[in-house]
């Protein structure tokens, strides 16, 4: 088991009606609030009227429009607005993009130059606004952890920031904000929580087991739940349960005493960077290529485990196992109504070089992850994705 | 799932070698520490001496001979001490005695009144000092919650003390630490983890399902390393994850979406608070026994299903597996070489009568526990294991 620490200030409120905290704990970070907001839909579904309710008597400045992959043009307006307007914290409703905005306002509000400097170079990052969250979407774990994923489109580059400073301070989880999620959007959401769990659980350590077998837990709640709300959006058990798996499938628990690189989202960060992909249908498309690519005699005994212990596939021969469970793993996209291809995302081959390129360029693939991949994997995994 | 708080401020080091940022750390408390030690195990094992390097330029003072099952009286010394020598923080080296009893002292240390009161009455407690850990014995949890658990020998109570002021601020869990514990320790330990996680496993909510797989994950954990650690006590792959599902089994995160009251513990508080037992040896006796009186219709799935993923029970019949469970657990203590019976640790039916009366006036036995107990019940449990 590597050495680890471990310390989540995050201060969670789950579920129904927890809202009503809001108010009293807000004002302790001050009165001047940025609120920001994706396209509406809270405006909608009502999120946005009882967000305003508890925002009696501050003043409140809005920055709504954050789009999926939120983009630096973005971040740039909000911190212009944070230094104009003095603001003392920022109000995150929404899920992983916004939240992930925010949390680059929230430092770039604190430093005089461009906020893309922060993600290039994190040391820079001194101070951050305090961030509070109502979560609307469970998918990335954003609401309990210190990283933000910014595209800049200039460059074609989705990358993270990460420190400590940016871990919400607040983040209020209430269940029944996920009711009217669009199907969509709950599939491709259980798609990137397992996704992040797959992430940890596949890596060199096997001897920290208690954090195996969290991770197996985390899992079987998503294959347990993640069918359901497709079904039954309205079922609290399912989105409770999800919702949950959300923030503990990312907050550094299932990390420890493991570590190493990501496989699967580095390479899906340059596609959903160069075409602007939902980052849960990404990760579907390429997650069992992935497996299928690095399955062999190093790593099937891991995979007939994770076949075995989160899909409950009774094989005793671990390579039969570990495709069974493989197979497993793309009928779950499947039932969620995730595509399974490149090309049904309007995908095609013109900038696979460039993105082979820059998955290795911008990650530890090359050094740190689970199997070692080069330029050429991650080409051969493109091309299987067509 | 019931709605919930989760907030835990603790800064977990975790890992060999980790003592090296005591000096740093504790630093930030101030200057004049109070040190809270057991019997001197660690002055023979060197532990004393790597801690008081990095204690050089403190002004330290020491409260030892804290004892299993920690006395008022002690509390009260170290409270006297911290009020003469103006101390700003305590640092408990040891394991759950020792940090309980730090607890009791940080808050002590800032009441004027006597330290008994704040056991009674948990409002009283205004603040505390903070305090860092060393954790020498894994078991309780107590590095990384709120809680403590206090003896007061006057009145023969047993009782905890519980507020988010005790959290420690800092833990330092380094698993080589327990590779000189005797086995007694060891298995008493592990018996402890395992109760815990057990206690908010067995409950009404059947809603949180992925707090009741990662309760399943850290059972597991320990059925597995806790006999290999008695056999092979310097194996550091199963006392780290020993160590890490000690803290991770009793820190806020297997409770979260259930809740309701324990049943076993609040009936071994007042056996040991009599008879000054060690807390692991009264839970091996009491927990099977408890669990084949609990036995039922409305409890035989959730026990089938804790028998089935804990210890790999294979049966479809429900009832049969719940009793194959409980013969797992019992075949467990035994294996870790517990007592089974109260005569075999000298304890006879004289005080069965008061300790019923206690163990439900002092708990929620009789109002929300899993299966709810009266006098009768905890009497014929009691009976059951002489």
């Known amino acids: 088991m590597n050495n ?3 310390k989540i200030p995050t201060d969670i409120r789950f579920g129904k009606g927890k809202i009503s905290c809001l108010k009293e704990e807000l004002g302790h970070f001050g009165k001047r609030i940025l609120l920001v ?17 508890q925002l ?16 630096l043009e973005t971040v740039r307006k909000g911190t212009a607005i944070c230094k104009e307007q003095n603001i003392d914290a920022i109000l995150a409703v929404g899920g992983g993009s916004t939240i992930d905005a925010s949390k680059h306002i929230a430092a770039g509000a604190c430093y005089a130059g461009d906020p893309w400097d922060l993600v290039l170079d994190r040391s820079k990052v001194k101070e951050a606004l305090p961030i509070a969250v109502v979560l609307t979407i469970c998918a990335t774990g954003s ?30 989880c209430d269940p029944t904000y996920l009711y009217s999620l669009p199907p969509k959007q709950s599939a491709a959401g259980s798609v990137d929580i397992l996704s992040h769990v797959m992430e940890q659980y596949f890596q060199p350590n096997d001897e920290a087991f208690i954090t195996d077998v969290l991770s197996e837990g985390v899992m079987k709640t ?8 497709m079904e039954d959006p309205k079922n609290y058990e399912a989105r409770s349960n999800l ?24 390479i899906e ?7 602007d992909l939902t980052h849960g249908v990404g990760l579907a498309i390429l997650t069992p290529v992935w497996m299928e690519h690095v399955l062999g005699d ?3 005994s891991r995979f007939a485990r994770f076949a075995r212990e989160v899909f409950g596939v009774k094989v005793d021969d671990d390579m039969t196992a570990a495709k069974e469970g493989i197979k497993k793993v793309r009928e779950f996209f499947l039932l969620l109504g995730m595509p399974s291809t490149l090309s049904e995302v309007g995908i095609d081959d013109s900038k696979f070089e460039f993105m082979a390129k820059e998955a290795i360029r911008t990650s530890g693939l090359s050094t740190r992850a689970y199997v070692k991949l080069d330029e050429n994997d991650v080409m051969e995994i493109f091309k299987k994705c067509l």
């Open 143 to 172: 609401e309990m952890n210190s990283g933000a994923v910014i595209t800049n489109e200039e460059t074609c580059e989705k990358l993270e920031i990460n420190t400590p400073l940016l871990y919400p301070k607040l983040s209020i």
């Open 269 to 275: 960060h340059v596609v959903s960077g160069c075409y």
């Open 37 to 53: 907001y994706g396209g509406g839909s809270i405006k909608k579904n009502g999120i946005y009227d009882e967000v305003m309710q």
């Open 243 to 266: 919702m949950w798996a959300s923030t503990v499938g990312l907050n550094h628990l299932l990390t420890v005493g493991k570590g190493g690189a990501w496989s699967v989202h580095p």
């Open 56 to 71: 009696d008597g501050f003043d409140v400045y809005e920055l709504s429009g954050i789009t999926p992959n939120p983009k």
């Open 298 to 300: 190093g790593t099937k």
């Open 222 to 229: 998503v294959v347990k739940y993640g069918p359901i709300v």
């Open 4 to 6: 680890f620490d471990f």
